[in-house]
């Protein structure tokens, strides 16, 4: 249990220097919903909360769903970044910027996909390779950042556009 907060803490804290506040939020929220998934695997296993666990479990199906949906709620809602802006003094358009570091400033839809794509499909590998109670804390961290990033792109005023 020390090792997993620990972790919890170290991940929360090592990187937020460096992330906007945007992103320090996501993750912030993302932290809460670690702890919330290694409460759900204690509470389901109050027998032995420490030992580690390969089975899969209804939660790990439920957390899994949700954090996919909100990975792809994100892919649809990043994809409208760039037709979102303002336009300056002398009549220019300026769209507004993506925050991932990955993806760039103003990424083109194709580099989205591809990222968003390896986003899903390496969070479900990931999911599906980590022991309980390791996986519910990643399943609640992807969770809790996932939404909160969505819930700021609504708040900015983007919507969902299809990844055609």
């Known amino acids: 249990m020390i090792k997993t907060i620990l972790a919890i803490l170290l991940l929360a804290a090592t990187p937020a220097r460096a992330l906007d506040p945007i992103q320090q939020r996501a993750l912030s929220v ?5 702890v919330a998934g290694f409460t759900t695997h204690i509470a389901t296993n109050p027998e032995e ?3 580690l666990r390969s089975e899969w479990t209804k939660t790990d199906t439920a957390m899994l769903v949700l954090s996919e949906t909100g990975l792809a709620l994100d892919w649809m809602t990043t994809l409208d970044i760039r037709h979102h802006g303002h336009v300056d ?8 910027k993506e925050t991932n570091p990955v993806l760039g400033s ?5 580099l989205i996909n591809r990222m968003m794509i390896l986003n899903i499909v ?3 590998t990931v999911a599906y390779i980590l022991p309980n109670p390791y996986r519910k804390v990643w399943q609640g ?3 809790g950042m996932e939404f909160d990033s969505v819930a700021n792109n609504f ?3 983007l919507t969902m556009r299809l990844p055609l």
């Not at 993302?30 to 670690?34: E, I, L, N, Q, T």
């Open 30 to 34: 993302g932290a809460v919903f670690a």
């Open 49 to 51: 909360p420490f030992r």
């Open 89 to 96: 003094i002398k009549g220019r358009f300026h769209p507004n």
């Open 106 to 110: 103003h990424p083109s839809d194709a």
């Open 122 to 124: 390496g969070h479900a």
């Open 141 to 143: 961290m992807v969770i």
């Open 155 to 157: 708040r900015v005023g």
